[in-house]
C-alpha cells in the first residue's frame, strides 16, 4: 500500500511499484491516511495480508506518522516505510520511537531501479522472513560524542545489523541501564534481540552477538581470500561459483574503502549510479549464494606456506589452511598529521563518509579533506544534509586526482567549496570537535574555522606489516606481483618453482594479490573487481600444476 495526498505523486509511486511487483502482490493506492485506513479495514476483514505499507510524511488532516500508528493496529507485522520530501530529524526521531518504522524515503525517488525497488526489496523480503514475528534489533546505549560509541554503531551500520540507538541522558537509555545492571560508566552498552548485554564491546564480541559469522566452518579450503573490498569479493564469488571451496576473511565489514563511497557512477552497468554499500552488499550476497563463507571481525595477523599449504593465522591464535590465498586486503586512509586530531576521532573527526552521521550534519558546515574520487563522492552526499560543505585540497588544483565528471557536479552544487592550496593544521575542541586551523600553502597564513564534523580522505597506506619479509613489497608496503618480481630475468629470492610467477602472483607460489594493496594496480573498483576475477583464473592454473 501507498499513501500519498498528491494524486500525481500517489500514481507515479504505484505505477513504479506495478512494474516490479505486480506479478506477485496487489498494490494499492490511497490518497489521504482516512482512505488508507478503510482500505486496510477491509482487506482485514477479507482475511488478507500486508507486506508493506508507504506513507508520505506531511499530509493534511492526518500525517504519516499518525496514519502508520494506526495502520500497526490493523497490520501490525507489515513492514513500513515513510516518504519525505526532505530530511526531517524531529521526523526521523518521532517516527522510530512511535512506529518503528523500517526505512526512510526522500522524494524524488527517481531512478526507481537505485532509490526505491532496493529499499522495497528490503521491506518484502524481512516481511516474508519474519512472518508474523516481529523484526529483531539490537539496542545501542551510548554518547553522542563518545569515540567508542561511534564505532559500534559504524560497525553494526557497515554490516547491516538493524539497531536503535539511544543517547545515554534520555530517560528510556537510563531504564536499559538498569534493567542491564550497566551504568552510564560502561558505555556504550549493546543489548541484544534476545537480552544479552554487552558492555564497551570489541568488534568480535559485537559479530558474535549479532548471529555475524566468525568462526570458519572447516580447517581446510581450496580458496581463501583476505579481504572483503571489491576485489575480495569479486574472487569469492568467482571462486565459489567455479566450485572453489572458499572463504573469505574481513577485519571489520564488507566492502572497504568502496563499501563507505555514498555513490559510485562510473562503475559499468549502473549510469544513474550506485552507493557503494548496496553494490557491496549486493556481492556477499552473490557471494554467499554461490557457497562462500563469510568471517567478520577475523584479523589476520600472519601468512605462510608450510609445503603445499597456505596458512593464515588470526590473532586469537587460531588458523585456517588453504591450497591458495588471494591476498585483497585494500588500503586504509592515512592519518591526518595535525594538532588535537588523534584526541577528537571519532568525536567530530572521521576517516571516510561515516554515513551514520549524516542526520547530524543538518544546518552544519561540514569540511572534508582530499582531492580523489572518495573525497568528492563524500562531498556530493554531505550538500545534500549540510548548509554548506568545504572540500580542502593540499594540491592546486583537483584535475590531476578527481574523475572529471565528479568535477563538474561539484561546481554545479552551490553550497560546496573548493579550497586549493589548503590544509588543517589543528583540531579544537572540548568534548567533541569544534574548530579548525587552516594554513594556506601559498601565504602561510593561518584561519581559525568552527565546524563540528571533519572527513578525512587522504591517501592510501596498506597496512602490509603483518605479512613479513616471505611477502616481497616495495618502498611504500604495496605488494609486488609477476613481472615486477622478475628482475633482470632473475627470479624472486627463494622462489621455489621452475616457471616464473604468474601476473598477480606474489613471491610465494600460491598466493595472488588483487586491488589496491597490489603495486602498480590502477586504484578503481572495477579494476579491483576484474583483478580479484584474475585472480581466480590464475588459482586454477596454480592448482592444476601441482
Same mark, same amino acid.
Given at each position: 500500500?501507498?499513501?500519498?495526498?498528491?494524486?500525481?505523486?500517489?500514481?507515479?509511486?504505484?505505477?513504479?511499484?506495478?512494474?516490479?511487483?505486480?506479478?506477485?502482490?496487489? %498494490?494499492?493506492?490511497?490518497?489521504?491516511?482516512? @482512505?488508507?485506513?478503510? /482500505?486496510? *479495514?477491509? &482487506?482485514?476483514?477479507? $482475511?488478507? !495480508?500486508?507486506?508493506?505499507?508507504?506513507?508520505?510524511?506531511?499530509?493534511?488532516?492526518?500525517?504519516?506518522?499518525?496514519?502508520?500508528?494506526?495502520?500497526?493496529?490493523?497490520?501490525?507485522?507489515?513492514?513500513?516505510?515513510?516518504?519525505?520530501?526532505?530530511?526531517?530529524?524531529?521526523?526521523?526521531?518521532?517516527?522510530?520511537?512511535?512506529?518503528?518504522?523500517?526505512?526512510?524515503?526522500?522524494?524524488?525517488?527517481?531512478?526507481?531501479?537505485?532509490?526505491?525497488?532496493?529499499?522495497?526489496?528490503?521491506?518484502?523480503?524481512?516481511?516474508?522472513?519474519?512472518?508474523?514475528?516481529?523484526?529483531?534489533?539490537?539496542?545501542?546505549?551510548?554518547?553522542?560524542?563518545?569515540?567508542?560509541?561511534?564505532?559500534?554503531?559504524?560497525?553494526?551500520?557497515?554490516?547491516? %545489523?538493524?539497531?536503535?540507538?539511544?543517547?545515554? @541522558?534520555?530517560?528510556? /537509555?537510563? *531504564?536499559? &541501564?538498569?534493567?542491564? $545492571?550497566? !551504568?552510564?560508566?560502561?558505555?556504550?552498552?549493546?543489548?541484544?534481540?534476545?537480552?544479552?548485554?554487552?558492555?564497551?564491546?570489541?568488534?568480535?564480541?559485537?559479530?558474535?552477538?549479532?548471529?555475524?559469522?566468525?568462526?570458519?566452518?572447516?580447517?581446510?579450503?581450496?580458496?581463501?581470500?583476505?579481504?572483503?573490498?571489491?576485489?575480495?569479493?569479486?574472487?569469492?564469488?568467482?571462486?565459489?561459483?567455479?566450485?572453489?571451496?572458499?572463504?573469505?576473511?574481513?577485519?571489520?565489514?564488507?566492502?572497504?574503502?568502496?563499501?563507505?563511497?555514498?555513490?559510485?557512477?562510473?562503475?559499468?552497468?549502473?549510469?544513474?549510479?550506485?552507493?557503494?554499500?548496496?553494490?557491496?552488499?549486493?556481492?556477499?550476497?552473490?557471494?554467499?549464494?554461490?557457497?562462500?563463507?563469510?568471517?567478520?571481525?577475523?584479523?589476520?595477523?600472519?601468512?605462510?606456506?608450510?609445503?603445499?599449504?597456505?596458512?593464515?593465522?588470526? $590473532?586469537?591464535?587460531?588458523?585456517?589452511?588453504?591450497?591458495?590465498?588471494?591476498?585483497?586486503?585494500?588500503?586504509?586512509?592515512?592519518?591526518?598529521?595535525?594538532?588535537?586530531?588523534?584526541?577528537?576521532?571519532?568525536?567530530?573527526?572521521?576517516?571516510?563518509?561515516?554515513?551514520?552521521?549524516?542526520?547530524?550534519?543538518?544546518?552544519?558546515?561540514?569540511?572534508?579533506?582530499?582531492?580523489?574520487?572518495?573525497?568528492?563522492?563524500?562531498?556530493?552526499?554531505?550538500?545534500?544534509?549540510?548548509?554548506?560543505?568545504?572540500?580542502?585540497?593540499?594540491?592546486?588544483?583537483?584535475?590531476?586526482?578527481?574523475?572529471?565528471?565528479?568535477?563538474?557536479?561539484?561546481?554545479?552544487?552551490?553550497?560546496?567549496?573548493?579550497?586549493?592550496?589548503?590544509?588543517?593544521?589543528?583540531?579544537?575542541?572540548?568534548?567533541?570537535?569544534?574548530?579548525?586551523?587552516?594554513?594556506?600553502?601559498?601565504?602561510?597564513?593561518?584561519?581559525?574555522?568552527?565546524?563540528?564534523?571533519?572527513?578525512?580522505?587522504?591517501?592510501?597506506?596498506?597496512?602490509?606489516?603483518?605479512?613479513?619479509?616471505?611477502?616481497?613489497?616495495?618502498?611504500?608496503?604495496?605488494?609486488?606481483?609477476?613481472?615486477?618480481?622478475?628482475?633482470?630475468?632473475?627470479?624472486?629470492?627463494?622462489?621455489?618453482?621452475?616457471?616464473?610467477?604468474?601476473?598477480?602472483?606474489?613471491?610465494?607460489?600460491?598466493?595472488?594479490?588483487?586491488?589496491?594493496?597490489?603495486?602498480?594496480?590502477?586504484?578503481?573498483?572495477?579494476?579491483?573487481?576484474?583483478?580479484?576475477?584474475?585472480?581466480?583464473?590464475?588459482?586454477?592454473?596454480?592448482?592444476?600444476?601441482?
Amino acid at each position: 500500500m501507498t499513501v500519498d495526498d498528491d494524486p500525481a505523486v500517489s500514481r507515479s509511486v504505484a505505477r513504479d511499484l506495478r512494474r516490479r511487483y505486480g506479478q506477485d502482490y496487489r %498494490v494499492i493506492r490511497a490518497d489521504s491516511g482516512t @482512505d488508507a485506513l478503510d /482500505a486496510l *479495514r477491509e &482487506l482485514k476483514l477479507r $482475511g488478507d !495480508t500486508v507486506a508493506a505499507i508507504l506513507a508520505d510524511y506531511r499530509m493534511p488532516q492526518m500525517d504519516g506518522i499518525t496514519f502508520l500508528e494506526q495502520a500497526m493496529d490493523l497490520f501490525p507485522h507489515a513492514r513500513r516505510a515513510l516518504l519525505t520530501a526532505y530530511a526531517d530529524t524531529d521526523a526521523a526521531i518521532q517516527a522510530i520511537n512511535v512506529v518503528d518504522v523500517d526505512h526512510y524515503l526522500l522524494k524524488p525517488w527517481d531512478p526507481p531501479e537505485e532509490k526505491l525497488y532496493p529499499v522495497v526489496d528490503a521491506l518484502v523480503e524481512t516481511w516474508c522472513a519474519a512472518g508474523d514475528r516481529p523484526v529483531e534489533e539490537t539496542k545501542i546505549i551510548g554518547h553522542r560524542w563518545s569515540s567508542p560509541s561511534y564505532r559500534v554503531r559504524e560497525f553494526l551500520a557497515r554490516n547491516a %545489523v538493524p539497531y536503535r540507538w539511544y543517547s545515554v @541522558d534520555e530517560p528510556e /537509555a537510563a *531504564r536499559l &541501564l538498569e534493567a542491564a $545492571g550497566a !551504568t552510564a560508566g560502561d558505555i556504550p552498552v549493546l543489548i541484544t534481540p534476545d537480552g544479552a548485554v554487552l558492555k564497551n564491546p570489541d568488534e568480535h564480541g559485537i559479530a558474535d552477538a549479532v548471529g555475524l559469522s566468525t568462526r570458519p566452518a572447516a580447517e581446510f579450503y581450496d580458496l581463501v581470500v583476505i579481504g572483503g573490498g571489491p576485489a575480495g569479493l569479486g574472487a569469492a564469488v568467482y571462486g565459489a561459483s567455479e566450485g572453489l571451496r572458499t572463504v573469505l576473511v574481513e577485519r571489520q565489514a564488507t566492502g572497504g574503502q568502496a563499501g563507505q563511497s555514498s555513490r559510485i557512477e562510473n562503475y559499468l552497468g549502473f549510469p544513474d549510479g550506485v552507493s557503494g554499500a548496496q553494490l557491496t552488499d549486493r556481492a556477499r550476497r552473490q557471494a554467499q549464494k554461490f557457497g562462500a563463507e563469510v568471517l567478520t571481525a577475523r584479523d589476520v595477523v600472519a601468512l605462510e606456506a608450510r609445503g603445499s599449504a597456505r596458512v593464515i593465522r588470526f $590473532g586469537d591464535g587460531s588458523e585456517i589452511a588453504a591450497h591458495s590465498v588471494v591476498l585483497a586486503s585494500g588500503v586504509s586512509y592515512r592519518a591526518l598529521e595535525a594538532d588535537g586530531v588523534a584526541e577528537l576521532t571519532g568525536r567530530g573527526v572521521f576517516y571516510g563518509s561515516a554515513s551514520t552521521e549524516a542526520p547530524e550534519c543538518a544546518g552544519e558546515h561540514v569540511y572534508i579533506v582530499g582531492g580523489a574520487n572518495s573525497a568528492g563522492q563524500a562531498a556530493v552526499f554531505f550538500s545534500r544534509h549540510a548548509r554548506e560543505v568545504t572540500l580542502l585540497v593540499r594540491g592546486p588544483s583537483l584535475q590531476a586526482s578527481m574523475s572529471h565528471y565528479l568535477i563538474e557536479q561539484l561546481d554545479a552544487i552551490e553550497n560546496v567549496h573548493v579550497r586549493t592550496r589548503t590544509t588543517v593544521v589543528r583540531a579544537d575542541g572540548d568534548d567533541h570537535l569544534e574548530r579548525l586551523t587552516l594554513c594556506d600553502q601559498e601565504t602561510g597564513e593561518t584561519e581559525t574555522v568552527e565546524t563540528g564534523h571533519l572527513f578525512v580522505f587522504i591517501g592510501a597506506a596498506p597496512r602490509t606489516e603483518w605479512l613479513g619479509d616471505g611477502i616481497a613489497r616495495d618502498g611504500h608496503g604495496f605488494v609486488r606481483t609477476g613481472p615486477d618480481l622478475v628482475v633482470e630475468g632473475r627470479r624472486p629470492p627463494g622462489w621455489p618453482l621452475d616457471r616464473d610467477p604468474h601476473y598477480l602472483e606474489s613471491s610465494i607460489p600460491g598466493v595472488f594479490v588483487a586491488g589496491d594493496v597490489r603495486a602498480q594496480s590502477v586504484k578503481r573498483v572495477a579494476s579491483a573487481v576484474g583483478e580479484g576475477a584474475m585472480a581466480v583464473t590464475l588459482v586454477h592454473r596454480y592448482l592444476e600444476q601441482q
